[in-house]
């Protein structure tokens, strides 16, 4: 409906980019550097936002709430396909230690047998880079090498910051699995096969995480006041 972002019962943020004004947008219910509020969205559009692939959805119109006016967005992922380090640096804006961050990473699967051949790309030409029965070669390798750097640098990052978790999970598929438009009853099957393998194969350290958050919620938030749900409308 038409719930604003600001009455989240819990803290995140959606990465975006705003193609009129030409600047990557972070969408949040948390702090600014300064400690002021952020410019506030309704939920919706604001998830439309930053789901708005180009080649696949149309650009979003959302309305800034806090500033009164509309703003043209498409996915962030045409920059941060990969939000790890975002989401370590929203905690710290709101003053968590460092010993409080725990960060789960959750992939949504790769396919490193698909492999884009020289001779191919040579011939492809501006519309050959942009076609859907290629996969889009374009933005696969814009997102899969910025998914691989976020990842080698929050890695290496979190390492010299050693009170930070860092977990990162990802499933390897098949070649033609990994197309975002492949919606086909067989490719989900595939889907939900690569994440029961992530659950299989880390199952005791799931369970670790579970108890964390569960205990995190029966001790540290059982004082804490009933929500004020706002509606910006």
């Known amino acids: ?34 400690g002021s509020r952020p410019d506030d969205y309704y939920f919706w559009q604001a998830v439309r936002a930053a789901t708005a692939t180009p080649a696949y959805f149309e650009p979003a119109r959302v309305e800034n709430l806090s500033r009164k006016r509309d703003e043209a967005m498409v996915d962030g992922g045409v920059y941060m396909h990969d939000p790890a380090i975002a989401a370590y640096l929203e905690a710290r804006k709101l003053g968590w230690n460092e010993d409080d961050i725990t960060i789960l990473s959750l992939g949504t699967g790769k396919a490193p047998e698909r492999a884009f051949a020289y001779e191919d790309a040579l011939g492809w030409g501006a519309l050959g880079w942009m076609q859907p029965s290629r996969g889009v070669p374009l933005l696969s390798i814009l997102a899969d090498g910025q998914a691989q750097t976020a990842a080698y640098q929050a890695r290496h990052l979190f390492t010299d910051l050693p009170n930070v978790t860092y977990l990162r999970f990802d499933a390897e598929l098949a070649a033609d699995a990994e197309d975002m438009d492949n919606a086909r009853p067989g490719n989900i099957i595939t889907l939900n096969g690569a994440a029961d393998r992530i659950i299989r194969d880390n199952t005791v350290l799931l369970d670790e995480i579970a108890e964390v958050l569960k205990v995190h919620v029966e001790s540290g938030e059982s004082d804490a006041p009933e929500p004020n749900l706002v509606h910006a409308a």
């Open 1 to 34: 409906g038409w719930t604003s972002m600001a009455s989240g019962l819990t803290r995140l943020v959606l990465p975006a980019y705003d193609i009129e004004r030409r600047r990557a947008v972070f969408m949040t219910n948390g702090l600014e550097e300064n």
